[in-house]
C-alpha cells in the first residue's frame, strides 16, 4: 500500500496562474480532506469530501475548488494564485467508521511570487 | 466557531526529561480530541481521547482528557531525541456533516538535544 500520495512536491506559481495538486489514495477510505499549514500554525481544512460525488467546504475555502470522481482521486484547484496561498498543502484520508484516525500524505510546498 | 489553543508554543528538553503538553478547546457538540506527532512531513495519529475514555497510554506516551476543565495533556517521559517533533492537537465534533472536520491548535515544538 502506498497509502496517500501528493504531486507535486514542490512548486513555485506566479501571481494569477493556476495550478492542480493531485491526491490519490489506495486504501478505500471514503473521506478525504484538503489541508493547508501556514509556518508556525497547526492545519487548516480547506475542502474535504465524504464520498465520490459529495464535497464540502472546510474552514479555509476561498479561492480553492475541488472535484472528487472517483473513491481514489481528491485533486484540489487553486485559481488565480495569490502569494497569501504560500503554504505547505496536505491531502488526508480516513474510513467512515474512524474519521479522527487520517492519513496524511507528504504534503506538497507551494510558494507564490 | 471551535478553537484549540496549545501550550507552550515551543519547548526545548535534554534527554531523560520528561515533559507535558497542554491543549485546551472549546467546541461545539465535543466528540473527540486527538494528538498527533509531526516530524519532518506529515502528521502521525497518536491517541484518540473521548468522553468515555479519558485516559490513554503507549509506551512512553500517555495523554488525559480533563471534560470539566475542557484540556487534555499529553506527557513524554524519558525523553529521546526522536521525540523531537511538533505535537497537534485537534478536537472533532459530532452530529451532521461534522464528522472528520478537525480542528487542530498551533502545535506545540519540542526540541529534545542529546
Known amino acids: 500500500n502506498a497509502g496517500v500520495t501528493q504531486t507535486p512536491k514542490f512548486r513555485i506559481l506566479k501571481i494569477g496562474q493556476s495550478m492542480t495538486l493531485q491526491c490519490t489514495q489506495d486504501m478505500n477510505h471514503n473521506y478525504m480532506y484538503w489541508y493547508r499549514q501556514d509556518p508556525g500554525m497547526g492545519l487548516k481544512l480547506i475542502y474535504y469530501s465524504v464520498g465520490a460525488g459529495i464535497t464540502d467546504k472546510g474552514e479555509v475555502p476561498n479561492g480553492y475548488n475541488v472535484s472528487r470522481s472517483t473513491t481514489e482521486d481528491f485533486p484540489l484547484r487553486l485559481e488565480l494564485a495569490a502569494p497569501s496561498q504560500t503554504s505547505v498543502y496536505f491531502c488526508?484520508?480516513?474510513?467512515?467508521?474512524?474519521?479522527?484516525?487520517?492519513?496524511f500524505g507528504p504534503g506538497t510546498r507551494l510558494t507564490v511570487t | 466557531e471551535d478553537k484549540v489553543v496549545q501550550s507552550p508554543l515551543s519547548l526545548v528538553v535534554h534527554e531523560g526529561d520528561t515533559v507535558t503538553l497542554n491543549c485546551s478547546y472549546e467546541v461545539t457538540n465535543f466528540r473527540s480530541l486527538l494528538w498527533y506527532k509531526q516530524e519532518k512531513k506529515a502528521p502521525t495519529f497518536l491517541f484518540m481521547l473521548?468522553?468515555?475514555?479519558i485516559e490513554k497510554k503507549s509506551g512512553r506516551l500517555s495523554s488525559i482528557l480533563d471534560k470539566k476543565e475542557l484540556s487534555s495533556i499529553l506527557n513524554i517521559t524519558a525523553t529521546q531525541t526522536g521525540d523531537s517533533a511538533i505535537y497537534l492537537c485537534?478536537?472533532?465534533?459530532?452530529?451532521?456533516?461534522?464528522?472528520?472536520?478537525?480542528?487542530f491548535g498551533q502545535g506545540t515544538i519540542l526540541t529534545v538535544h542529546p
Open positions: 473521548t468522553s468515555s475514555g
Open positions: 485537534a478536537v472533532e465534533a459530532k452530529g451532521g456533516t461534522s464528522y472528520g472536520k478537525l480542528t
Open positions: 488526508a484520508s480516513s474510513s467512515a467508521g474512524q474519521t479522527y484516525e487520517q492519513y
